[in-house]
């Protein structure tokens, strides 16, 4: 972490960021009291677009950073049975916390190219399945596995150096004493060789792409609910682009849309439809995004954002299908959740 905020620092030369980055690093300080586990959020930090207050406040266990021992590193292992373009496989996933077993078996591949949405219950799980892909938290039982290599432990450069997954936090998860600039720019200051110019500049053409003019130098306590969520998604999709290679990256985003008024969903759907890989020929720019999973209870968002569903129910994947066929499915748990009845399996 001091070398996370170290380089900030030099990137930030004004007193007030200076002081904003300097009172962000003594919050991440704080509670860690080794180098491993600074360096253990520093990984996560750099991966998950979310600051370090957004890894405590959204619930995740302090076990998941405190808990895990220096000897436990990320070990990539070769799985059985590699396919070329899935990106990760969820095999036989269980986690509980204390007596709530909320994951009991689940299993699903993201592919290349895939626009996924994973729909379901309030309270099944669908935050926690992500949180397991991103590596902030670990299974209790089964296997993630990052192209073909099976993950042991939780993040690590080494993995994200070969994938790189991002989690956009159902909340706008920003660091509240910096502005929306340093904010949006906050890894290309940390990873990229950018110019401070170069960063502000990409940093207003990706405020623009999510609606939003003129906000760079106000603070998030400065902006609506549905403001914050736009700016947390210009943080997850704003890249270096004057590097010729592009990894391949997966983003997953929490309830992007929740909150938002039809229009500004629209935006957002939009958005992350178009920061999605596209092949050389297609027209217009191509995004960089391989594939991304959403986490939705919007129609609209359903419908315009994702390809394939995976229905979450009861710790398990109990439907899989496009996305035309959730209106039509004769399934019982799929037709109630379409129609929002209080009649069916799903009990409340
Ligand atoms: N760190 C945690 N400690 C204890 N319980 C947790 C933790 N994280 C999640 N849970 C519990 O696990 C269950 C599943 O939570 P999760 O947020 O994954 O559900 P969800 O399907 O995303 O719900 P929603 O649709 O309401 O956002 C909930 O009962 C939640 O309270």
């Not at 509670?31 to 990984?43: A, Q």
């Not at 902006?223 to 700016?231: A, D, N």
Request: aromatic share 6%; proline share 4%.
């Amino acid at each position: 972490m001091a070398a996370l905020a170290g380089s900030v620092l030099a990137t930030l030369n004004s007193p007030v960021a200076t002081a904003r980055l300097s009172a962000v690093k003594s919050f991440v300080c704080r509670k860690s009291d080794t180098v491993s586990c600074l360096d253990r959020r520093r990984k996560v930090i750099s991966a998950c677009t979310a600051s370090p207050h957004s890894l405590t406040s959204e619930g995740l266990p302090s076990t998941n950073f405190n808990g895990v021992s220096g000897s436990e590193e990320l070990v990539l292992a070769e799985a059985p049975d590699e396919e070329s373009d899935v990106l990760v496989e969820c095999r036989d996933v269980y986690k509980s916390f204390g007596e709530k077993h909320i994951l009991r078996g689940v299993s699903f591949k993201i592919r290349h190219g895939e626009a996924i949405g994973i729909i379901g219950p309030s309270g099944t799980g669908k935050s926690t399945i992500l949180k397991i892909i991103a590596g902030l938290l670990a299974p209790d039982k089964g296997d993630v596995f990052i192209r073909g290599k099976k993950r042991v432990g939780l993040i690590s450069d080494e993995e994200m150096s070969g994938l790189r997954i991002g989690l956009v936090f159902q909340s706008a998860a920003l660091f509240d004493s910096l502005t929306v600039r340093e904010n949006v720019g906050f890894l290309l200051y940390e990873n990229s060789t950018m110019s401070e110019e170069q960063i502000a500049d990409l940093v207003t053409e990706n405020l623009a792409a999510v609606g939003l003019k003129g906000v760079e130098n106000r603070l998030p306590s400065e902006l609506s609910g549905g403001m914050k969520k736009r700016v947390a998604l210009a943080r997850s999709i704003i890249y270096d682009n004057t590097k010729d290679s592009i990894e391949p990256e997966i983003l997953l985003y929490d309830e992007p849309t929740a909150g938002l008024d039809p229009i500004a969903s629209t935006v957002v759907e939009d958005l992350i439809r178009s920061v999605h890989l596209k092949d050389e020929d297609s027209p217009g720019a191509p995004g960089k995004i391989s594939s991304y999973v959403v986490v939705t209870h919007q129609h609209s968002t359903i419908r315009r954002a994702v390809d394939r569903l995976l229905f979450l129910h009861e710790g398990k994947v109990v439907w899989e299908g496009v996305t035309e066929e959730f209106m039509t499915s004769s399934n019982p748990i799929v037709r109630q959740f379409a129609t929002g009845s209080l009649d069916g399996p799903i009990r409340y």
